[in-house]
């Protein structure tokens, strides 16, 4: 006993946990605690059967056990159960068996067993040797059906069957022998992974399912086998016999799995002397052959595969089998016609023969009733002695020489057969076959006596030249490109003689061939082909025996198939040429037209680009090397025309159609092609469009090819545009024949280079546009007064003002300023970025009406009738400064107010009384009177003025407002009135009249105050005179008006 630590004994890969593995070697003490509880095997493994005392189910780790010494010894008596080595792969559908048996184990020599399939989650009851009751349902029906049974081999040794596979049988096999007391000591279990696969082996025989043979014919029969398994297997195929009188199928011959041939029982003789044979013809086909059939072989012949697979024991286990249909095959008996008397049969090799090949002829003796009786076998060919085989089997051939050379030979191939072989025939030994067989007795003294002959019938056996060793390879490309050389050349070997070679051609498979050149085994060129004429066309050999055809400038119609006649000459024994062996061979070439080759396209890293950045086009060209000519062409954006912008010839010559100073070319030649790069260094928007590269390919001078690449796109793209317009006030009211203005400024440029067009709009119509020079052009809105009273200029840099004079109610509407930003391009075209609009409300009203004139009521006394009287007419307020007055005085009558004088507002007077006098005066704008110089007694009555405002409106003078004043009340007293009484109206108006003067007085103070607020420049008006001065008396001259 040695003790160890627990680290030393148990496996450094040991998981923790309750349960180790183990093998029967040791045995494992803890203090003598454990004793007998745990095995260890010699690796370091361990395994316990049982839960270890005091240690409990969950807390055996491996901390725990590393800390006690084990104490080891050798096992005795320890319990193995060991089942077949898995995994094993058996087929679907067919019986396996797997074998379990125990050692180790004392007490009865008879063990019980127990089969569990251990699935998944779960573990299934298949059968036991104890428990009839063991199995789960899932095998319950089959093992009462003894689908599933166990046999025992012996006490400790049981083998598991299942007849019947199924897929549902794959998983773990558990084989479990039971305990019989004590205390567990060892393995009671063993398990082996079984998987079920599927049957993939076929077998099937093709063939007539029937044949009618005489003795001696020969039989060939073949089956196809196949297996299309994952898993490594081999094939054993076998033919059989199956006649009338076995009572089992007879095995002929078999291919073993390890490929080597047995001959069946009782066929070991003809397999030996080749009467019997089978081969493998490719993967799948085996052939059975039997030269020479015989009356016993008639029954049926049918074919067996067997699928054999290595378990990982190393033996050789069956997993399926197959047998193929039958062929029925009768053989024909031979019989002699007379007892005591034999008939001879000739057989030659079948099949046409050549010069070399080997000639079987085989001569059959069929007799009856003979014993003791000899043969004497002679071959003869027409009618010559060609071999013989005597009654004592002395061989005489009677070619000396080819005997000598082995190349004919003559054999007894069994008691009644015999066999002439010529190894490698010659046309000389063509002809008819027979035998001829003497039956011969033998004397006392040895030799032999001839009693009766037979001659078989006739067998013609031809015999072919063999054909010259005369070879013919073509090689050829594929493909040329049209205008390179096209070269086919024609290998020629085994020849022994000159050789001559004619060409020939046609164009398509339809046509037939024409000749194109010749040449003869004396090296001379002729029969050049019409077609071919005025080609540059030869064809030469070289020593090696190599015949070359050569066109030197390939044209699409030299497409095709091409033939070379290749001929061996020998010479005659007249010392004459004579053409021996002819051989050809053709091959197909294609002539690619460069059209069909050359590929264009045009390609752009830089199709969509700002305005002054560059555009790089790549033109590419693929195909043969010839010479090109490029033309760049562009159509520009909305356009549908075309223009060239350069060309470069075939020759190189360059020659421009647009600006060069706004393109650059380069030409870069690369083995994939040729790459023409046009270059835009600082792109604009006249060079958006579509640009396209065209591509002409000659060869020789002569155009082969015209390509248009596709169109490319390019993109200008202009700048983002930052500007931003700004209008101080978004309603601007005024009255009517003011002056209104109104603005609109950029607050920000895009760049300091922009320019700007300003367009007015008066709701959806124009008024006015200025261009980037600052040309207005009036539109449809302004009209043909109102273009007068508008106009626009430009404050600042970038402040834009309209000024309408003298705006009236129609002149209210939206206004916008429509402001329009422009750059210029690299090519000093301006291109407009961005337009944006301010809109501006303006209403316009009608002026205030303020027009007031005084309207103090006043009395007048007169009694000097020389004297005269003033009607003044004062205007308190006005409208507008630049208003007109139309002054009309009236005179109250009974039948209403009646005009005595009018001051219009341009100036002129007019008088409605024609017998008196009047003067006109205007001391101030705004003060007019009317002075009537002498009074008469028709004067008495009261008297008023009436004032109408005119305003000047679009040129026109129209009357705005009117008002009139307060009236004036004349007395004229007579010379007798001052006698009468004082009347007491009188005295009242006395009293009046004072005090409505000191009113007005009063608000005429109070309204000169208002006058003072009144602007400078009304204060700075300068006192007009009167049209005539009061001084002055007018003479009016009556009107009609």
């Known amino acids: 006993m040695a003790e160890v630590p627990l680290s030393k004994a148990l496996n450094p890969q040991l998981l923790p946990g309750f349960w180790i593995y183990s093998c029967p070697l040791l045995r494992?003490?803890?203090?003598?605690?454990?004793?007998?509880?745990?095995?260890?095997?010699?690796?370091?493994?361990v395994k316990c059967r049982a839960p270890i005392p005091s240690m409990g189910y969950h807390t055996w780790q491996m901390s725990q056990l590393s800390l006690f010494t084990f104490t080891l010894d050798l096992c005795s008596g320890q319990i193995q159960v060991q089942i077949q080595e898995g995994p094993l792969y058996r087929v679907k559908g067919y019986p396996i068996s797997i074998s379990c048996n125990v050692t180790g184990f004392t007490g009865p020599p008879t063990r019980d067993f127990q089969f569990i399939l251990k699935k998944p989650n779960m573990e299934l009851n298949i059968i036991s040797t104890s428990d009839p009751e063991f199995a789960y349902g899932v095998f319950s029906g089959r093992t009462r059906n003894k689908e599933i049974y166990i046999q025992r081999l012996s006490g400790s040794s049981v083998l598991l069957w299942i007849n019947n596979l199924q897929e549902n049988d794959a998983g773990d096999l558990l084989c479990v022998t039971l305990h019989t007391g004590g205390v567990y000591y060892g393995d009671y279990d063993d398990e082996a992974k079984l998987n079920v696969i599927a049957d993939t082996l076929e077998a099937l025989y093709s063939g007539s399912p029937s044949q009618s043979l005489s003795e001696g014919d020969p039989l060939q029969l073949e089956c196809q086998v196949s297996s299309q398994t994952f898993q490594h297997t081999h094939l054993m195929v076998s033919w059989f016999l199956y006649g009338e009188e076995d009572e089992n199928p007879r095995p002929i011959i078999t291919l073993d799995r390890d490929l080597t041939v047995k001959p069946g029982a009782g066929f070991e003789d003809r397999y030996r002397a080749g009467l019997i044979s089978m081969d493998k013809v490719e993967d799948t086909t085996y052939r059975l052959k039997m030269p020479q059939v015989q009356q016993s072989d008639q029954g049926k012949f049918f074919c067996k595969a067997t699928e054999w697979i290595q378990d990982p024991d190393r033996s050789w286990t069956q997993i399926a089998h197959k047998t193929t249909t039958a062929c029925d095959v009768e053989i024909k008996r031979i019989v002699a016609p007379d007892a005591g008397s034999f008939i001879v049969y000739l057989k030659a090799s079948k099949g046409p023969l050549q010069e070399g090949d080997a000639l079987d002829i085989r001569c059959s003796v069929n007799a009856q009733n003979l014993p003791g009786h000899f043969f004497s076998v002679t071959w003869l060919k027409n009618q010559q002695k060609v071999a013989q085989i005597g009654?004592?089997?002395?061989?005489?051939?009677?070619?000396?020489?080819?005997?000598?050379?082995?190349?004919?030979?003559?054999?007894?191939?069994?008691?009644?057969?015999?066999?002439?072989?010529?190894?490698?025939?010659?046309?000389?030994d063509q002809g008819q076959y027979q035998c001829e067989v003497w039956q011969e007795n033998m004397n006392e003294d040895g030799t032999f006596k001839k009693i009766q002959k037979q001659i078989s019938s006739p067998?013609?056996?031809?015999?072919?030249?063999?054909?010259?060793?005369?070879?013919?390879?073509?090689?050829?490309?594929?493909?040329?490109?049209?205008?390179?050389?096209?070269?086919?050349?024609?290998?020629?070997?085994?020849?022994?003689?000159?050789?001559?070679?004619?060409?020939?051609?046609?164009?398509?498979?339809?046509?037939?061939?024409?000749?194109?050149?010749?040449?003869?085994?004396?090296?001379?060129?002729?029969?050049?082909g019409s077609r071919y004429q005025s080609r540059n066309v030869q064809t030469f050999h070289s020593p090696a025996g190599n015949f070359t055809l050569e066109l030197g400038a390939s044209a699409t119609s030299d497409s095709g198939e091409y033939k070379c006649i290749v001929s061996e000459w020998t010479v005659q024994s007249n010392g004459e040429m004579k053409k021996a062996n002819t051989h050809s061979q053709q091959k197909a070439i294609i002539v690619n037209s460069i059209d069909s080759l050359m590929k264009v396209s045009l390609k752009s890293r830089t199709s969509n680009v700002p305005i002054d950045s560059p555009v790089e086009l790549l033109c590419i060209v693929r195909g043969p090397k010839v010479s090109l000519a490029v033309r760049w062409m562009f159509q520009p954006r909305n356009s549908t025309v075309q223009t060239n912008i350069l060309s470069i010839s075939h020759t190189g010559e360059m020659a421009w159609r647009a600006d060069q100073r706004n393109y650059q070319l380069s030409i870069q030649a690369q083995p994939t092609g040729a790459y023409f790069t046009l270059k835009v260094p600082r792109a604009s928007k006249q060079q958006e469009g579509q640009y396209q590269c065209q591509v002409d390919a000659y060869q020789k001078d002569v155009q082969k090819a015209l390509k248009n690449s596709n169109l490319l796109a390019?993109?200008?793209?202009?700048?983002?545009?930052?500007?931003?317009?700004?209008?101080?006030?978004?309603?601007?009211?005024?009255?009517?024949?003011?002056?209104?203005?109104?603005?609109?400024?950029?607050?920000?440029?895009?760049?300091?280079?922009?320019?700007?067009?300003?367009?007015?709009?008066?709701?959806?119509?124009?008024?006015?546009?200025?261009?980037?020079?600052?040309?207005?052009?009036?539109?449809?809105?302004?009209?043909?007064?109102?273009?007068?009273?508008?106009?626009?200029?430009?404050?600042?840099?970038?402040?834009?003002?309209?000024?309408?004079?003298?705006?009236?109610?129609?002149?209210?509407?939206?206004?916008?300023?429509?402001?329009?930003?422009?750059?210029?391009?690299?090519?000093?075209?301006?291109?407009?970025?961005?337009?944006?609009?301010?809109?501006?409300?303006?209403?316009?009203?009608?002026?205030?009406?303020?027009?007031?004139?005084?309207?103090?009521?006043?009395?007048?006394?007169?009694?000097?009738?020389?004297?005269?009287?003033?009607?003044?007419?004062?205007?308190?307020?006005?409208?507008?400064?630049?208003?007109?007055?139309?002054?009309?005085?009236?005179?109250?009558?009974?039948?209403?107010?009646?005009?005595?004088?009018?001051?219009?507002?341009?100036?002129?007077?007019?008088?409605?009384?024609?017998?008196?006098?009047?003067?006109?005066?205007?001391?101030?704008?705004?003060?007019?009177?009317?002075?009537?110089?002498?009074?008469?007694?028709?004067?008495?009555?009261?008297?008023?003025?009436?004032?109408?405002?005119?305003?000047?409106?679009?040129?026109?003078?129209?009357?705005?407002?009117?008002?009139?004043?307060?009236?004036?009340?004349?007395?004229?007293?007579?010379?007798?009135?001052?006698?009468?009484?004082?009347?007491?109206?009188?005295?009242?108006?006395?009293?009046?009249?004072?005090?409505?003067?000191?009113?007005?007085?009063?608000?005429?103070?109070?309204?000169?105050?208002?006058?003072?607020?009144?602007?400078?420049?009304?204060?700075?008006?300068?006192?007009?005179?009167?049209?005539?001065?009061?001084?002055?008396?007018?003479?009016?001259?009556?009107?009609?008006?």
């Not at 494992?28 to 493994?45: D, E, I, M, R, Y």
């Open 459 to 528: 067998e013609t056996v031809s015999i072919t030249a063999k054909e010259s060793d005369l070879a013919v390879v073509m090689a050829m490309k594929d493909a040329v490109t049209e205008g390179d050389a096209l070269r086919v050349v024609c290998s020629v070997s085994g020849f022994k003689g000159p050789l001559s070679v004619s060409w020939q051609h046609k164009k398509d498979s339809g046509a037939s061939f024409s000749d194109v050149i010749s040449l003869t085994h004396e090296g001379v060129m002729k029969d050049v």
């Open 28 to 45: 494992v003490s803890v203090h003598s605690v454990f004793t007998s509880h745990c095995c260890v095997c010699a690796l370091g493994w």
């Open 714 to 1041: 390019v993109i200008v793209q202009k700048p983002v545009s930052k500007m931003s317009l700004y209008s101080p006030t978004s309603r601007l009211e005024t009255t009517v024949n003011a002056e209104a203005k109104l603005e609109c400024s950029v607050t920000r440029t895009t760049t300091n280079t922009s320019r700007f067009t300003v367009t007015w709009m008066f709701g959806s119509q124009m008024l006015l546009t200025m261009d980037l020079d600052a040309v207005v052009k009036f539109g449809p809105a302004a009209g043909l007064e109102m273009d007068q009273r508008i106009r626009t200029e430009i404050r600042q840099k970038q402040s834009f003002q309209l000024t309408i004079h003298q705006v009236r109610t129609s002149d209210s509407g939206q206004y916008h300023c429509e402001v329009e930003e422009w750059l210029q391009d690299p090519l000093g075209d301006w291109y407009s970025l961005k337009n944006m609009s301010v809109s501006t409300e303006m209403v316009v009203k009608e002026k205030e009406i303020k027009l007031r004139v005084q309207k103090d009521n006043r009395m007048l006394n007169i009694t000097n009738h020389q004297a005269g009287f003033t009607i003044d007419c004062v205007i308190d307020s006005q409208s507008s400064d630049t208003s007109g007055f139309e002054v009309t005085w009236f005179k109250v009558q009974e039948e209403g107010p009646v005009t005595i004088f009018t001051a219009r507002h341009d100036g002129t007077l007019h008088s409605a009384i024609t017998d008196k006098n009047l003067v006109f005066g205007r001391p101030l704008a705004t003060h007019y009177k009317l002075t009537v110089p002498q009074i008469s007694p028709t004067d008495v009555g009261q008297y008023y003025c009436q004032v109408e405002e005119w305003l000047l409106t679009a040129n026109t003078w129209k009357r705005f407002a009117s008002d009139k004043s307060g009236e004036l009340s004349i007395y004229v007293h007579t010379e007798g009135d001052s006698k009468i009484q004082i009347n007491p109206l009188g005295i009242t108006l006395a009293i009046a009249i004072p005090l409505i003067c000191i009113l007005v007085l009063v608000i005429i103070l109070l309204s000169r105050k208002g006058h003072k607020k009144k602007p400078e420049l009304k204060k700075k008006k300068k006192k007009k005179d009167c049209l005539w001065a009061e001084k002055n008396g007018l003479t009016l001259v009556p009107t009609s008006d």
């Open 391 to 428: 009654s004592s089997g002395v061989l005489t051939m009677f070619d000396k020489e080819r005997e000598n050379a082995a190349e004919m030979r003559a054999v007894k191939t069994s008691h009644m057969d015999y066999l002439l072989t010529i190894r490698s025939t010659r046309t000389e």
